[in-house]
């Protein structure tokens, strides 16, 4: 069985600077190239080799080996070249499935992911955002009731095994992505809806917004894309008391079916390796801050805390900086 530390760094993989011997986070981040966006100096992902290598560049997008930088080129000649930049985008995603250079990138969606930090509105496909290493953007909410004598009891699905991504794996009662121009708040209240037919009014009066946890994760078979991408990522969190007459059941078919967990039997699914390792990284962050995990109980407690807010490698609001 893993330690708690090892289920928050299975999520966290991506090695970190060291000051002792710096060898795994020089030799990690060498090899991958950096995608910029027009008019900013500051990069927005992470490209690993194999994707420049197979990828249908296009006019629209300019190489720079000797740097590894990937630069989208700003459109000459028209007022509305934020526009022209996501139609460049979607014209190169397009070409890449016509020419079925990703057998594994999923089928076209019009599902838009924003990319983070950017300074203008400018959004990808969620199914190619892996393929760019921009900074994937979810809302994630852990829903718990409690039972006579005041334990708290958890409502955790199950994946479908014929999912694409995490097949049987357990997760968060409520979680998606947040679309281009929705809040984590918002993509929660209509997450709830759509996947746990939630009353609207009943989510909206009674949840709790509990902060965030972020990670840098590179991808493996699990994930269901390409292998070896990267993945810094951010989840808003939210917390839901529901009372015992609220029962969970499958919406959909990505849910196979609920269960009501306690504390111990979600702790040992953790250790065991069944929760989707975000989700295990939330639920992490959700014992720490109810006091289930504390510097008393837990040795590596200090290190687990600082690797579920690690610091994202690229910029996350237009008006900051990544130093």
Excluded at 168 to 196: H, K, S, W, Y
Aim: glycine residues 8%; negative net charge.
């Amino acid at each position: 069985m893993r330690t708690n530390l090892e289920i928050v760094q299975e999520c966290d993989n991506f090695p970190y600077p060291d000051l002792s011997n710096n060898t795994a986070y020089a030799n990690a981040v060498e090899p991958l190239w950096l995608f910029y966006l027009p008019d900013d100096p500051e990069p927005h992902g992470f490209l690993i080799q194999s994707v420049v290598d197979r990828m249908p560049w296009t006019p629209s997008f300019r190489l720079v080996p000797d740097s590894k930088e990937v630069r989208l080129l700003k459109p000459q000649g028209r007022e509305d070249w934020q526009a022209a930049c996501n139609e460049a985008i979607d014209e190169l995603l397009d070409i890449a499935r016509a020419q079925k250079a990703f057998p594994r990138l999923g089928k076209k969606r019009d599902e838009k992911f924003p990319i983070v930090g950017a300074k203008f509105a400018i959004s990808i496909e969620r199914s190619a955002m892996s393929l760019f290493g921009i900074i994937g953007q979810g809302a994630h909410m852990t829903v718990y009731t409690r039972t006579s004598s005041g334990e708290m009891q958890f409502w955790i699905p199950q994946r479908n095994a014929n999912k694409s991504t995490y097949p049987n794996m357990l997760d968060q009662a409520v979680a998606g992505g947040v679309a281009q121009g929705e809040t984590p708040f918002e993509c929660i209240v209509r997450e709830a809806g759509e996947e746990a037919a939630l009353d609207e009014e009943l989510v909206r009066r009674d949840i709790v917004a509990a902060g965030t946890v972020t990670w840098f994760n590179i991808s493996d078979q699990k994930a269901g894309g390409e292998i070896g991408l990267m993945n810094p990522g951010v989840l808003y969190v939210y917390d839901l008391e529901v009372g015992p007459e609220v029962v969970f059941k499958p919406v959909d078919d990505d849910i196979q079916s609920f269960h009501l967990m306690g504390v111990d039997e979600v702790k040992d699914a953790m250790r065991n390796g069944e929760f989707k390792s975000s989700c295990a990284a939330v639920m992490m962050d959700f014992f720490i801050r109810h006091g289930f995990i504390t510097a008393e109980n837990e040795r590596d407690y200090v290190e687990i805390v600082s690797r579920l807010h690690r610091k994202l490698p690229f910029r996350t609001s237009p008006g900051g900086s990544w130093q």
